[in-house]
C-alpha cells in the first residue's frame, strides 16, 4: 500500500512551508521538522513540561515536531513552538513568562533557524 502522509489538510501546508523555507534558508533544521511531522500520527512525539524544564535554561527556543503536554512543572520562560498544545501546558508556559508558538510562527521569526533546540 502506498504511503499518503498527513490527512490533515493544515498539517501538509504546514510541511509544505517547512520545506520551502529550508530549500530556501539551506536550513536543515526545518527540513528535519518537516520529516518528523511526515510520520504516522501514532509515531509523532508527545513531550511532557517536565522534559523542556529538564533540557533548556531561560530564554531558550525549543522545537517540538508534535505536541506538547503538561505533565511536570516548568520553572523558567522559554519560547516553545509545536503542532498543538494541551490546555496545561498552554497554561504553564504562560504562567512563567513563556512563549506559545505555532511550527510555521516561530519559522518565519527564524528562518535561519539559530539558536534552536529539537526536543522530542
Not at 501514532?42 to 525549543?62: C, F, H, K, L, M
Not at 504553564?92 to 510555521?104: D, F, R, S, Y
Request: hydrophobic letters at 40%; aromatic letters at 4%; one cysteine or more.
Amino acid at each position: 500500500m502506498r504511503r499518503t502522509g498527513p490527512t490533515n489538510i493544515v498539517l501538509r501546508k504546514t510541511i509544505r512551508a517547512l520545506y520551502k523555507i529550508a530549500c530556501e534558508q539551506r536550513a536543515n533544521i526545518w527540513r528535519a521538522v518537516a520529516e518528523e511531522l511526515e510520520r504516522p500520527h501514532r509515531r509523532r512525539r508527545a513531550v511532557n513540561i517536565s522534559r523542556i524544564n529538564r533540557y533548556t535554561e531561560p530564554g531558550d527556543t525549543v522545537v517540538v515536531p508534535g505536541k506538547v503536554l503538561g505533565a511536570g512543572r516548568l520553572e523558567h520562560p522559554v519560547t516553545i513552538a509545536a503542532i498543538g498544545f494541551s490546555r496545561t501546558a498552554l497554561e504553564k508556559i504562560k504562567a512563567v513568562g513563556g512563549q506559545a508558538l505555532h511550527i510555521l510562527e516561530l519559522a518565519s521569526k527564524n528562518p535561519r533557524g539559530s539558536n534552536v533546540k529539537i526536543i522530542g
